[in-house]
């Protein structure tokens, strides 16, 4: 079986599981440094209900799109993907901005809730901030995989959940990372951590630039029609475009005989990097420019340089 979509799930659970979890370990910290251990309690609700709602925003949108067919079915998923590839793009540059202020920013942000003298303002304020927290990382989860995977009915078993799978073990991992440092006292250098797999971010949310503009190139295909005589519908083979809104351009590699999409290693390749045996102008073009457009914008940020005036961190 097949588990290879599990992977970059997996990956990106983990990178942004990690973030929520040491949000939730700095909330911890400072409230047992401060005595107030006894407000734990809504710490872990926040992450709870943060978890709560991202799981049902990803049934959701998994439902939505698993609803549709074809023409629609395709652009949804392309329209998920632009969404995820946004997302993911401006959370990886904030956060790697933000990371030398975020544990004073949490600081600051439990202060301001325990300056209530009301023990149930207090227990709402560290609700909101861990909800928030986690339902930021969930939400930015949801949409990628909402964008790029959906269970494969051609996969038997538990392999058609395999990107299901992928963020169970992310989560776990994350919370794995999170006890190991504020609970044992592991010591783990977050900030290569964090480097490391903010360059795997890159190059996956740079596979799904590829994948998405595929999925906008289906859309614009009819693989069926309506058969006026027999009054059902009768797929074509093979499918037929429609009058272009769309196109990928002319086909520019062609790697099947060599590196084959659908069989080992080059299948981890696709699920995890957007590889595919054939490309086509469009998409190369689209690589190339996002790549080396987020390479340029990720290692300036690690610089400490500004990107965007909007992004300044707060201090």
Known sequence: MDFSSALPTFLI?????TEATLVVGIVLAYLSKANQSFLNKWVYLGALAGLFVSSVMGAIAQKLIGGFSGTIY????????????????????????????LRFQVQASVEQALRSNEANKVGWGLFTLIFVAVLRE????????????????????????????????????AIAIGLAIFR???????????????????LIVAGLVMTSLAAFDLANTI?????TATQSYEFLDPPQKVISWFSLGRQVTDTSSILPADKFPGIVL???????????????????????TMIVFYFRSLAGKQIFPFLKAQR
């Open 13 to 17: 659970v983990l990178r942004e599981g």
């Open 74 to 101: 395709y652009l949804c998923k392309g329209i998920f993907s632009l969404a995820a590839i946004v997302m993911l793009s401006w959370m990886l540059i904030w956060m790697t901005q933000q990371a030398k202020t």
């Open 138 to 173: 969930g939400a930015e989860t949801v949409l990628f995989v909402t964008g790029s995977f959906n269970p494969d009915p051609t996969q038997s078993g538990l392999a058609q959940y395999a990107p299901a799978m992928g963020c169970v073990f992310g989560i776990m991992a």
């Open 184 to 202: 044992f006292g592991a010591k783990l250098n977050i900030r290569i951590f964090f480097q490391v797999l903010g360059i795997v971010l890159i």
């Open 223 to 227: 693989d069926k029609v309506f058969n």
């Open 270 to 292: 696709a699920t995890l990097f957007g590889y595919s045996d054939k490309l086509y102008a469009t998409q190369i073009v689209a690589y190339c420019v996002f790549l080396s």
